[in-house]
């Protein structure tokens, strides 16, 4: 009767819109984009889409930037692998600003 019955944590779906620093070149551009995709992969999740969103001017100054290099990532990973994620964006260098949301079900039909 004291038992609990743990379930298996389910697979959530996330999407992560992050800023690269505008004074790295093409190369490490695509070396900082695979690290955080290899991340989400170590941390047992599949990614969806990865999309490069290119160089764009920001609407105010970040870390005394204004402008940076795009990318989203839509993946699934179970809930607990957010955290360290986000960590590891805010502990890169190159990384100057991040945001992570789960996704919404009905919202992935509206948008495809």
Known sequence: MGEYIVSETKLRKYETVYIIRPTLDD????????????????????????????????????????????????????????TPLKRLLSLSEDIIRSITVKVDELALQVSL
């Open 27 to 82: 190369e490490s551009v695509d070396r900082t984009v695979n690290t955080v995709e290899e991340f989400i992969k170590a941390q047992g999740g599949n990614i969806i889409t990865s999309e490069k969103k290119g160089r764009r001017r920001l609407s105010y100054e970040v870390k005394k930037m204004r402008d940076g290099f795009f990318v989203a990532v839509r993946y699934e990973v179970k809930s607990e692998a957010i």
